[in-house]
C-alpha cells in the first residue's frame, strides 16, 4: 500500500515536500510520477530500495531530489524552484519496472496528491 501526501497550493519559485509512505513488504524500486490534465503520466524520479543512486527525468534534473527514510518506510520528493508546469497530480509507485521512468510495468500506485505552482 502506498500513500501520498504534502501536495498543496504554492507560489512560482516556492518548495515542497511530498512524501510515500509505503506498507506491505520491500519493493525493488520506488518511483514519483505527475500527471497533468490532458497529458500521460509522466516519470521523474526513481530509487532502488537502499541504494543512494537515483535515476531523474531531465525536467526535474537538479529541481527535484528523492531520498528514503529507511526506518519510517517513507519515500520522498523533495521539489524546489517550483514553476506553474509542475502543476499535477503526483503518484508514488512501487515495483520492478523494465523502465523505471515510465509508468508501465510499476506494480503499486497511490491515489496520488495534488500540487498546484501559481
Known amino acids: 500500500q502506498l500513500v501520498e501526501s504534502g501536495g498543496g497550493s504554492v507560489q512560482a519559485g516556492r518548495s515542497l515536500r511530498l512524501s510515500c509512505a509505503f506498507s506491505?513488504?520491500?519493493?525493488?524500486?520506488l518511483g514519483w510520477f505527475r500527471q497533468a490534465p490532458g497529458k500521460e503520466r509522466e516519470g521523474l524520479a526513481a530509487?532502488?530500495?537502499?541504494?543512494?543512486?537515483?535515476l531523474y527525468t531531465d525536467s526535474v534534473k537538479g529541481r527535484f531530489t528523492i531520498t528514503q527514510n529507511y526506518v519510517k518506510n517513507i519515500v520522498y520528493l523533495h521539489m524546489n524552484s517550483l514553476k506553474p508546469e509542475d502543476t499535477a497530480v503526483y503518484y508514488c509507485?512501487?515495483?520492478?519496472?523494465?523502465?523505471?521512468?515510465?509508468?508501465?510495468?510499476?506494480?503499486?500506485w497511490g491515489r496520488g496528491t495534488q500540487v498546484t505552482v501559481s
Open positions: 506491505g513488504g520491500p519493493v525493488p524500486y
Open positions: 530509487l532502488p530500495l537502499g541504494s543512494s543512486r537515483p
Open positions: 509507485a512501487a515495483g520492478t519496472p523494465p523502465d523505471l521512468l515510465r509508468a508501465p510495468g510499476w506494480k503499486h
